[in-house]
Antibody, heavy 122, light 106 residues
């Protein structure tokens, strides 16, 4: 069955960096668009980045220039490198799979990881 | 990015009530809109896809309608297990979610 397992969350100071990983299994990882979606405490869901099956990447304005999404198909893993972290980046970060795409953009999410908590605080 | 304005942000209703949530897109998104249910401690679940199609296994009391910029999500008869936060999500361009509607039982 499809499984997505995030790791790498934790406490980091403002201005610091953190790298999240997501280990994927149960499907052909290289064929799917993958995304990072976050939820800040008491807030709603925010789609922050995705990477296509051909390695095209897209970022929400809130993280553009600070976060980098990447994937390693040999390891069936998705990554999110987060630099210049701010207090407002504090959130649970979900790794997620999109079942299909439309005009180069993922359409929806059919599988989610359990989430990794990132706390940015001094 | 396309902005999704979802309302209300919270809603309290009784078991058996008809509940309606709306989402307004900042530009025409055709029918490229989904509705999710999110319960605490669980992954969000897709209920309605492409504005009005019921995902397999989802109870028929859930429904969606609309196209263009205005969309509606309805629970025809609220059940206790429907307590959750509901989100709309568009995919016409970079995907974005509405702000969510927290549904509670009166």
């Amino acid at each position: 069955q499809v499984q997505l397992v995030e790791s790498g969350g934790g406490l980091v100071k403002p201005g610091g960096s953190l790298r999240l990983s997501c280990a994927a299994s149960g499907f052909t990882f290289s064929l799917y668009y993958m995304s990072w979606i976050r939820q800040a405490p008491g807030k709603g869901l925010e789609w922050i980045s995705y990477i296509s099956d051909s390695d095209t990447k897209y970022y929400a304005d809130s993280v553009k220039g600070r976060f980098t999404i990447s994937r390693d198909t040999t390891r069936n893993s998705l990554y999110l490198q987060m630099n210049s972290l701010r207090a407002e980046d504090t959130a649970v970060y979900y790794c997620a799979r999109a079942p299909s795409s439309y005009k180069g953009s993922p359409t929806s999410i059919d599988y989610w990881g359990q989430g990794a908590l990132v706390t940015v605080s001094s | 990015d396309i902005q999704m304005t979802q309302s209300p942000s919270s809603l309290s209703a009784s078991v058996g009530d008809r509940v309606t949530i709306t989402c307004q897109a900042s530009q025409d998104i055709s029918n490229h809109l989904h509705w999710y249910q999110h319960k605490p401690g669980k992954a969000p679940e897709l209920l309605i896809y492409d504005a009005f199609n019921l995902e397999a296994g989802v109870p028929s009391r859930f429904s969606g309608s609309g196209s263009g910029t205005h969309f509606t999500f309805t629970i025809s008869s609220l059940q206790t297990e429907d307590i959750a936060t509901y989100y709309c999500q568009q995919y016409n361009l970079f995907p974005t979610f509405g702000q969510g509607t927290k549904l509670e039982i009166e």
